[in-house]
C-alpha cells in the first residue's frame, strides 16, 4: 500500500523493542512517514535509499535522530558477500541471499497452504532472515506479527512469538509460522498448534523429519520444506 502503512504494521508488531532502534527502508522515506515516526516514537537512526526534503524538515525537529542515504543498492558481488571476524583474520563467505518463491516449496502435510497461507508464509521466510537464529516468525496478513528470536531452544523462540504477539494484542489465530532452521523435534510444532498457527515453513532435514510432519498433520497444519536454510548468527 503505503511506506506509512507499512511502518505502522512493522511497528504494531512490538512497539517496545521499537524504542531507540533503527528504521530501514527500501525506498523513499516520504513526509507522512517521517511524520507519524516523530509523533509517536524515538528513534536513533532512520535509513532509507533517499529522503525528501519535506521529510527531511520533519526528521530535523527531533534532537539526535540521524538521517542516513545509502543510495540505490547496485547488486555488485560486494554487497553478496559477508564478513565474520575469526582469529587470525576474517571469513569471506556468501551472504545469505537465496530467495525462494511458491514453485521451490515442498508441500509435507496432507494439507496444503491456502493461497493467502503461502502469500504469507513466503512474506514470514523473507523476514526470517533477518532474525538471530534459533528464529521464529509469526505472520498474518502480511503483517509481522510476533517475532522469537537468539534463543538456544526453538521451541523456545516459538513460545516468545506467541507471547510477543500477545502482548501488543495482535491475533496469532489463523497466523502461519517461519523457522529459520528446521525443528529438531515435534515440541515447535505442538507449541505453535496451541496458539493457532495453520501453516509452517521451515527448511526440514531433521532426523526427526517425519515426527514433526506427523504433528503438523495430527494439528491440521500445512506444512512446506524449503530446503534452504537462514541460520543467522
Not at 527531511?56 to 534532537?63: N, P
Not at 489465530?173 to 521451515?202: L, N, W, Y
Not at 510432519?213 to 541460520?231: G, L, P, Q, Y
Amino acid at each position: 500500500e503505503t511506506l506509512a502503512k507499512a511502518y505502522e504494521l512493522a511497528f504494531q508488531t512490538d512497539p517496545t523493542s521499537a524504542f531507540g532502534g533503527i528504521i530501514a527502508f527500501n525506498r523513499e522515506l516520504d513526509a507522512e512517514t517521517a511524520q507519524r515516526i516523530i509523533d509517536q516514537q524515538f528513534t536513533e537512526v532512520i535509513i532509507a535509499p533517499s529522503v525528501s526534503e519535506k521529510a527531511l524538515e520533519i526528521t530535523a525537529t527531533k534532537k539526535n535522530v540521524r538521517v542516513l542515504t545509502s543510495g540505490q543498492w547496485t547488486g555488485t558481488r560486494a554487497t553478496s558477500l559477508d564478513y565474520k571476524r575469526v582469529n587470525g583474520g576474517l571469513l569471506l563467505q556468501d551472504r545469505d541471499i537465496h530467495e525462494i518463491s511458491e514453485a521451490d516449496l515442498k508441500l509435507v502435510t496432507k494439507r496444503p497452504p491456502t493461497k493467502e497461507e503461502v502469500r504469507d508464509l513466503l512474506f514470514a521466510w523473507r523476514v526470517a532472515l533477518y532474525v538471530k537464529s534459533n528464529a521464529i516468525v509469526y505472520c498474518k496478513n502480511n503483517q509481522t506479527i510476533g517475532i522469537g528470536a537468539g534463543q538456544m531452544s526453538r521451541v523456545y523462540s516459538a513460545k516468545i512469538a506467541g507471547i510477543k504477539a500477545a502482548d501488543e494484542n495482535l491475533v496469532v489465530e489463523g497466523s502461519v509460522m517461519a523457522s529459520d532452521a528446521f525443528f529438531p523435534f515435534r515440541d515447535g510444532i505442538d507449541a505453535a498448534a496451541k496458539t493457532g498457527i495453520t501453516a509452517v515453513i521451515q527448511p526440514g532435514g531433521s532426523m526427526r523429519d517425519e515426527e514433526v510432519i506427523a504433528a503438523a498433520d495430527e494439528a491440521d497444519i500445512a506444512m512446506v520444506f524449503t530446503s534452504v536454510r537462514h541460520f543467522r548468527h
